[in-house]
């Protein structure tokens, strides 16, 4: 695969790491809004970013967790941790502005479903697919599965759900990495 695409890879997961930490920063002073699961009453997504944008990024880089996700995502794809991935997380957490903070929400919102694929590959629902499928007559045999919250469907070989339904966020993760850029 590609080393730009990869290294956008590692851009976007950048990205989630600095929203979750964005939020945990919100939550700390929240004004009771998340009590009651309401938006926000202080400010918008947006306004977070461009508050707590640049102490988030100050703390994700004393931490691990963003090059961790990342290593796990080269793992399913098959590809090896270079220095040059290293380098460009160091690059990213170096001298960030408020024009890089902009850029880091825009890819983020661009980027929502791929992220969802990575949540969803290591952090599964609890039941993610429909409690029946359909099985097709044939050796060996195939099995039509229903994903519950995207209402999509696929077709696969495994007849244990929990194996399918990994291979097939896989697959989708696979796609969604070759489209970047």
């Not at 989630?16 to 926000?40: A, F, L, M, P, W």
């Not at 229903?146 to 097939?168: M, N, V």
């Amino acid at each position: 695969m590609e080393t730009s695409k990869l290294r956008r890879l590692l851009e976007i997961i950048f990205a989630d790491g600095t929203s979750r930490e964005i939020e945990k920063i919100r939550n700390e002073i929240c004004c009771g809004c998340k009590v009651y699961n309401q938006d926000c009453l202080m400010m918008t997504e947006q306004e977070g970013w461009q508050i707590h944008g640049l102490k988030a990024i100050e703390r994700i880089s004393k931490q691990t967790q963003v090059l961790n996700r990342f290593m796990d995502v080269l793992k399913i794809l098959d590809e090896k941790m270079e220095y040059e991935f290293a380098k460009h997380l160091t690059w990213l957490q170096t001298k960030p502005d408020q024009d890089f903070i902009e850029d880091l929400l825009q890819l983020y919102e661009n980027n929502h479903e791929l992220l969802t694929i990575i949540n969803n590959l290591f952090n599964p629902p609890e039941k993610p697919l429909e409690s029946y499928s359909e099985c097709f007559f044939s050796y060996p045999p195939s099995f039509k599965h229903f994903i519950k919250e995207t209402q999509e469907h696929f077709i696969s070989r495994e007849g244990d759900y929990h194996k399918a339904y990994h291979d097939y966020m896989k697959n989708k993760l696979r796609k969604h990495v070759n489209e970047l850029m």
